[in-house]
């Protein structure tokens, strides 16, 4: 039981700490990409199963809305003055720096909106997609400045 507690003492401080580094990146964001929604089904899949478990101390109930509250959070996505933030709990955080690559495509909807789709590649084989609700002047004019010049930024058309 002692070792349980323990497990459970170290799980809530990390899954605070990870929302904390979380919440600082995402009041960082100038400029919002749209927001993964799986993550709320996710997470009401989890609090029901959670709930569906029951919790008899407070360490489980702590470990059940952190990680519930950290799923929720993790659908925001945007960039920073100094980095992409895309989905996710863990590695969302990339330096425009350790860039390789920046791809748009505008896409003109129906109703009259413009949306860009901006892929980030990281690796090679690492590619990070973010939709943006902004035309691809003003995407670009916010980019520009804070990519550096080595990183190529190539405009895809659709077909």
Do not use: C, H
């Amino acid at each position: 039981m002692i070792t349980l507690t323990l497990f459970l003492i170290l799980l809530d401080t990390a899954l605070l700490t990870l929302g904390a580094y979380n919440l600082y990146w995402q009041a960082q964001i100038d400029v919002r990409g749209n927001y993964a929604s799986f993550q709320v089904i996710m997470a009401a899949m989890f609090a029901v199963w959670f709930m569906a478990t029951g919790a008899a101390n407070l360490l489980m109930i702590i470990f059940f809305a952190a990680f519930i509250t950290l799923t929720v959070m993790s659908g925001n996505s945007g960039l920073t003055p100094n980095a992409v933030v895309s989905v996710g709990m863990v590695r969302r955080v990339l330096p425009y720096a350790k860039m390789t690559a920046i791809s748009l495509t505008p896409l003109a909807l129906p109703n009259g909106r413009e949306l860009v789709v901006a892929v980030f590649g990281r690796t090679p084989r690492g590619l990070i997609r973010l939709t943006f609700k902004t035309d691809l002047q003003t995407l670009m004019t916010t980019l520009r400045p804070r990519v550096p010049d080595s990183i190529p930024i190539t405009i895809q058309k659709v077909q």
